[in-house]
Structure formats: C-alpha cells, structure tokens
C-alpha cells in the first residue's frame, strides 16, 4: 500500500483520536471523561448507561461516527439526566449489513454472541439462519440457534423442524427450543446468555421481543402481532435496545429484517462463513474455485459422498448469487 501524505486536517484528527486512546489507558479517567455503554440510539441523541447503571440521555459530539447499542464512549454529565458523548473507543467487532444503498448499517457492537431467532411462525427459513451464520463466523462473533414457539407446531410438523435443524447441532452450533408463551426452554436460554453480551437476530414476529420479557422481571419490550393476511411480523421493535440480565449478562433486541443482507462479504469470503467446508478449501482443481459447478470442486465431491449437507450446499450458492447481484450495485 502507498503511503499516503496526511491533511493538516487528518493530522489533527489523527492526534485527537490518540488522545482519545491515552484517555482510555488512563485508568484514572478524570471527571471530564467517564466512561459508559451505549443502551438505545435515538438518531440525533443516544442514551448511555454509567458503572452504576444510570442512564443518560447524551448529545453526540460531531467527530463521532454513529454509535449503536453496545459501544463503549468517554462522556461528560451535563445535567441529572444528560450529557454529551465525547468519543468513541474502538470496537472489538460489530455486526453490520447494508441497507438500501449498500451503506453499512451497523446493528450493535462489542458482542459475545448472535441468537439467532426463528419459529414456528413465520415458517422457518435455514436460508436466514445461514446468511446470519456467514455474518458470525466472519465477525468472531459466536452464533447460537433458537427455535421458538414450539407450542403450534403439531408432533409431525415438530420433527420436520428438528430434522432441519439437526444439521446445525451436527456442525457442533448449539440449537435451543423455546416458547415463550408456555415459558418453556427459558432456562436453557438464560444459561446461553449468562454474563455475556448477546444480540437477537431474526424476522420480524418470530418472538425476539418476548423472549426478552420472558427474561426480565417486567415486561419491558413492546410485542407485536403477526398480520393474519401475510403471516408476517409487523416491525414492532424499531430501535435497538440494550437490556440487563438479572442473572447475569446483557441482550440486545433488534429490529426484525425481512432479508439479512451481507456487508463487505467477498465471493471468496463466502466459503468461510461454513464452517464444514474449511477443510476442504484449497483442495479444488481451481485456485478461484467458488464451489458451485466447477469440476473437480472439493466441496462438491464432500456433498456427493454425504459429508457435506446438501441443504447448506445449496444455501451456499444462493448466498454467492446474491452477493454476486448486492457487490455489483
Ligand atoms: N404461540 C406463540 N406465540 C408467540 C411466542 N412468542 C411470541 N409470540 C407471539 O408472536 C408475535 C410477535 O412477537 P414479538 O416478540 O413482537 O416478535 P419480534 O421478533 O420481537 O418482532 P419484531 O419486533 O417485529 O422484529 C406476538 O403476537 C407474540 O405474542 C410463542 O412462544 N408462542
Ligand atoms: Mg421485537
Ligand atoms: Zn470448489
């Protein structure tokens, strides 16, 4: 890469965002500059949470890029119930996708773990569960699976989804099934999230919101219905929001996507996100094998013989043929 001579502008911000590291170091921060953790981004305003979990509604200083639930910043107490955010300190990881104009929409950052949610209802779609699981593994994030409202489906219907779903446990992803209506599963999922920072990902309407509430002591998130015509949630949450676990750890509710876009994922890149085909990367008779029909594919021989799943095979190829629209726009 070239070297690049900086602006005196650049330059400036380079020594600011420096500082703003010394800061950090600093264990000692001194009054002017506390430290918290972004809960809700209201657009123009964000609330943050001190070490003492009070909130407060801050004021963003211009330099800063917009800052979602999860992010760590150096603020200043204004007054009882405000401030203003002073920076940002750099993310350990974040999860993002693209909206319409393929702009990075950052969801949250700094997380441990992605539930991924689906139900009975919306039907369950592994498709979105695999885009979701390209988005984690290519993040470092750790991804964990949950199947909600087993109270609908009949016995019949249940085995096709455990069937389904059977993959995801084989590929060593932990696979939870809850209801959020009977309280069931509940537990298994407080153990998945104790002490660590969890977001929830999924359609709208599959039960994000109340598995939260099924969480917390008090019903806190807003809970939509489904419309009976097109058997789709109706985009109740449409803020992300960061919530505290009595037993420990944080979740983030996010607003339901229709279609999980991936960002910045190269066709190359794709491959990764599955974890099964990782060992056999490499081993194509073409270097730029993209593992859809060309001979003497690795990956293909695996499904041929079994090894390999032919349902995420050919969630693979969907993922590539999008990407292939999405990086061209
Ligand atoms: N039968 C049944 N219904 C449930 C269950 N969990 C949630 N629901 C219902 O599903 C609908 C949607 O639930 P929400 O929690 O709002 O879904 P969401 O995923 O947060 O949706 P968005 O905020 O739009 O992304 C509501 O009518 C809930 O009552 C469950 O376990 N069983
Ligand atoms: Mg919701
Ligand atoms: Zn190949």
């Not at 972004?38 to 003492?52: L, M, P, Q």
Request: with cysteine; glycine share 6%.
């Amino acid at each position: 890469m070239s070297k690049r001579k900086l602006t005196k502008q650049q330059q400036t911000r380079v020594k600011q965002q420096q500082q703003t590291h010394l800061q950090q170091a600093d264990i000692d921060l001194p009054q002017s500059g506390q430290r918290a953790i972004v809960t809700a981004n209201h657009g123009k305003t964000v609330v943050i949470e001190d070490s003492d979990r009070q909130s407060f509604t801050c004021n963003i200083r211009q330099n800063i890029d917009s800052l979602v639930c999860g992010d760590h910043v150096i603020w200043q107490q204004e007054t009882d119930t405000t401030g203003i955010v002073l920076a940002m300190e750099d993310r350990t990881n974040f999860l993002a996708r693209p909206d319409r104009r393929q702009q990075a929409k950052v969801v949250a950052a700094n997380i441990d773990q992605m539930l991924i949610i689906s139900a009975a209802k919306p039907a369950l779609n592994t498709r979105l569960i695999d885009r979701y699981l390209v988005a984690a593994e290519l993040s470092g994030i750790t991804p964990v699976i949950v199947f909600n409202k087993i109270d609908l489906p009949d016995n019949l219907q249940m085995n096709d989804v455990k069937e389904q779903l059977a993959v995801y446990t084989g590929l060593g992803y932990q696979v939870i099934f809850t209801s959020a209506k009977q309280d069931s599963g509940i537990t298994n999922l407080q153990a998945a999230l104790q002490d660590k920072i969890s977001v929830f990902v999924g359609q709208s309407g599959v039960g994000k919101s109340s598995l939260i509430n099924s969480l917390l002591p008090e019903d806190v998130a807003r809970v939509g219905e489904i419309s009976d015509s097109t058997q789709k949630g109706r985009h109740t949450t449409t803020l992300a929001q960061l919530y505290h676990l009595p037993s420990g750890g944080n979740l983030i509710d996010s607003p339901g996507i229709r279609e999980f876009g991936l960002w910045q994922v190269s066709l190359e890149q794709a491959a990764e996100g599955f974890v099964e085909f990782r060992p056999w990367l490499g081993k194509c008779r073409f270097r730029n094998c993209l593992h859809e029909d060309e001979p003497g594919c690795s990956i293909r021989d695996a499904v041929e013989q079994g090894v390999i799943s032919e349902q995420r095979w050919q969630s693979y190829r969907r993922i590539i043929e999008s990407l292939r629209v999405d990086n061209h726009k």
